[in-house]
């Protein structure tokens, strides 16, 4: 079914001026154009106008009218996301969370914050952690993403190994829903078993459900020490086995990254690091840290990690021996998306597969990539099974609207159902997936979702096009 | 709305039996009256009939066969509840899940476990112990509920504190729809950002969305070694204080619970048990447990803990020296419900909120006891501001239907709410709190509720009367 939407008026757009003042509706090309892309691909969707509300009241108000007028809204953090959940598919408005900026409360009494979805995630996480606190979930732009956009994609990151994702850590929602009413899905509580999980639900529900105002997180008191090591493999898949390894031999590590060499390789020369010592032999790296309280602890288990390893064909062991060595490693695994992005690897699916078929699937992609004639290279949350592939194909930017891209695709993600994963780990599904759904989830599955989405969003007014077509 | 169902007819019967096998279809008066209880107070509705089907397919026919006819279907896993989930309010089918008891599946490569809604919790938690893994959550009845009725109500226990509750441990579960559609919810992956998490959504939906016939479970290594002290303190009050204490010190205890003296003196009489040593000067008990890899860390941990409850009013800490001590403690904690019941406190409410509002809200129950003349002990999950709020008023065995109980009810809720709590935080709402959600969930998240129960059981026939009225 193809949703008829209405263009913006004159009368709206006036409408929108009263609502959030003249200043912060955003008609401009310029804006537009900035507006049109977040970090997918090489997507581009104009909006037909951007507006920038303060708070709940004025956000329950633009909802309203295009409620009523049926003009779609795209929420929109700060636009890093991976599956184009925050593109105005449909033209219409996007509404853009970035003035609702404030960290409202750090309660120490009871390890909670209360935020606004336009905080950005390490901004947040640095000011519970100047109280002894932490908020884990640590995706790799979490110097520019904010935490709404988490929130709507149930983000993860390395610590989500030991410590979970977003989900794990949200306990309460304000929520604006699309006839502009205004609730709390839950309360400020650990445990709740009052009625259906409305906050669960709206985790991960990629801006389609309705938008987060008002955010309470969980918070656990900051681990003390951290150690981190890098073990460079000489075989990927080995590799992808010794990761399953670690956990099967009890121990759960506060990260456990695989980078293959190419990528490594990749942002070692743009961001002009030589921290990582690579030899010509190596095929991928595993980046490993346990943290805690105890730093004799955490030594002895470092050194049983790095033991166990020795049955595998690996090269030396390098240990990141001060604050400036870590830093600089892990810099270099967080830009290691963009810098592949930039060598071409435009496109990025995000599988994920219980950890010990890790080895299945790097086999399984590299195959497909000999098979279809593309280059490939993986990275990712290996302890977790979440698999980020990469991949460089001549002439083909974007995987969204290719049909050849589609097909390879599909294989990828039918080996990984077979596999007992699915197509998302931490990106969503948003536009790029989306025809992949079915793949994954049976006929009655889907359409309980959309039954779901009609619940919340009758006039389907909210973020259309993505996840699943109605 | 009233919905009108229809009653069983003969053929009804006969169809049932066809399906699963006229020995698995009961009809004696004394089957009808034995599942017409569960633990909830004193409540008796009474089924038209018991049918215990042994696979997806089959509970798939029986839910074919009442959809057709309008027939209200009661799930129900080994009736240990207590709000009234498993009890038949409208008559009809209960639909029991006895028979699918199985353990299909102990994966020691990915630490997942896939097992069917009829397993005793703590056999499986022994199973999997017996491999070195670790499966948390151990609501009081372990050693009788089913992991099915677990999953139902998103059940807790002493060790959520630390590794939290039934939800953080689900990743897939096989669902048969009302409509007799068999489907995954997700897959078995520990992160997924694939379409709206109908996983959450079925934990805690209390038997209204579906019936969980297969369950995958993460697992995590077992710790190897715990320490386990119990904390008299003379002041109720500041015992609840000294909870949140312990976590802003930075300490993740493996269980942190409260025990009011009364509650303690009269379990510990029915088990005839002298393990806990009781001075007369004792208001309540913190029973305080940590786990790990390390005895001598531990040590130290119990040492800190222990000095730091010193600024309290605090007799002599009890040690629990050896494995016969600590069970012996367990059990003296996990039979509290039991206990109490007998004794005439057939009333519990199941409150929580944030962890440092706990000695508010004991004060408060305090206070509610004598401005309306009940007896009332306290006890529970301290560490996750999860209080059991036990109530015994001459002459009112039940809450539910009891118009004077339920003015008293809102006056704690109203309480409860006021303090950023709810109303359950691991029981469920099912029957016997139905009334109250409007205190915790504005209309406008009702409505969605409502809305969700409508999309996966167009015909109301699961489950009928549960958590709100339609």
């Known amino acids: 079914m193809q949703v008829e939407y209405k263009l913006l008026e004159a009368s709206h757009i006036r409408q929108l001026q009263t609502i959030v003042g003249e200043q912060y509706v955003f008609l401009d090309a310029e804006s537009l154009e900035h507006y049109a892309h977040d970090e997918t691909e090489n997507l581009h969707f104009k909006p037909e106008v951007v507006v920038k509300p303060r708070t709940p009241e004025e956000v329950s108000a633009i909802f309203k009218m295009c409620n009523q007028h049926k003009i779609p809204v795209t929420p929109r953090g700060a636009g890093t996301g991976l599956s184009g959940g925050a593109l ?13 900026n404030q960290i409202l409360e750090i309660d120490q009494r009871n390890l ?15 000011e519970v952690k100047a109280v002894g606190l932490f908020y884990p979930p640590d ?10 956009g988490n929130i709507a994609e149930n983000s993860g990151g390395p610590k989500a190994v030991k410590y979970g994702v977003v989900k794990d850590y949200v306990l309460n929602l304000e929520v604006v829903l699309p006839d502009g009413s ?24 990629e801006g389609t459900l309705g938008i987060v105002t008002k955010i309470v997180l969980r918070l656990i008191p900051l681990p003390k020490y951290d150690l981190l090591m890098l073990v460079p493999f000489r075989k990927l898949e080995e590799a992808g086995e010794a990761v399953s390894e670690i956990f099967r031999a009890g121990f759960v590590p506060s990260a456990l990254e695989l980078v293959e060499i190419d990528a490594l390789q990749i942002v070692s020369k743009m961001v002009d690091s030589s ?3 690579v030899t010509p032999d190596t095929a991928a790296h595993l ?19 790095g033991s166990l390893l020795t049955r595998y064909d690996i090269g030396e062991i390098y240990f990141a021996d001060d604050a400036q060595q870590k830093t600089e490693l ?11 992005k930039l060598k071409g690897y435009t496109i990025e699916e995000d599988t994920v597969v219980p950890r010990a078929e890790l080895p299945s699937l790097i086999r399984g992609v590299k195959a497909l ?11 990712g949350h290996a302890g977790d099974g979440n698999l980020h592939v990469r991949i460089h194909k001549e002439g083909t930017p974007n995987s969204y609207g290719d049909e050849a891209m589609a097909l390879i695709l599909r294989e990828l993600f039918e080996l990984v159902h077979s596999l007992g994963g699915t197509i998302s780990g931490e990106h969503g599904i948003g536009l790029i997936q989306k025809g992949f759904m079915p793949v994954v989830a049976q006929p009655a599955a889907l359409e309980l979702m959309r039954g779901i989405k009609r619940t919340f969003d009758p006039n389907l007014i909210l973020n259309p096009g993505k996840i699943f077509d109605l």
Not at 88 to 100: C, H, Q
Not at 112 to 126: A, K, S
């Open 88 to 100: 105005a598919f449909r033209g219409g408005v996007v509404l853009s969370t970035e003035r609702m």
């Open 112 to 126: 909670q914050v209360t935020t606004e979805p336009g905080v950005i995630t390490e901004v947040l996480m640095n």
């Open 139 to 148: 995706p790799s732009s979490r110097g520019s993403c904010f935490i709404g």
């Open 182 to 205: 205004i609730i709390w899905t839950g309360a400020n509580v650990l445990k709740n078993a009052t009625g259906y999980n409305l906050t669960q639900l709206m985790v991960g529900s």
């Open 275 to 277: 921290v990582v010592p």
């Open 287 to 305: 980046i490993i840290e346990v943290d805690g309280n105890d730093t004799e602890v955490l030594m002895k288990e470092m050194e049983a990690i």
């Open 330 to 340: 892990w810099k270099l695994r967080r830009r290691v998306a963009e810098a592949v």
């Open 369 to 379: 990539g000999k098979k279809h004639a593309f280059e490939v290279v993986c990275y």
